[in-house]
């Protein structure tokens, strides 16, 4: 996972929404597990960021062009 990957929440919970969001930025701290900032649009024009952790993300498969 890397900034500018689409990704969801494995597990919504606690304020975190279901539905697809952006990595803005990463976060890498010595002893911790590698942290990513994610932007999650909940309405439109209306967006909340997280700390999520690999483990509490799913990549969004990439769009299939036909």
């Known amino acids: 996972m890397?900034?500018?990957d689409?990704?969801?929440a494995s597990y919504p919970y606690a304020g975190v929404p279901a539905c697809e969001g952006e990595i803005t930025?990463?976060?890498v701290?010595?002893?911790k597990p590698t942290q990513f900032l994610v932007s999650f649009e909940v309405?439109?024009?209306v967006f909340k960021t997280f700390y999520l952790?690999?483990?509490?993300?799913?990549?969004c498969p990439a769009p299939v062009k036909q």
Do not use: C, N
């Open 6 to 8: 689409k990704v969801r």
């Open 29 to 31: 701290v010595r002893s």
């Open 2 to 4: 890397k900034p500018g």
């Open 43 to 45: 309405r439109p024009k």
């Open 25 to 27: 930025k990463e976060v």
């Open 53 to 59: 952790t690999e483990r509490e993300l799913t990549l």
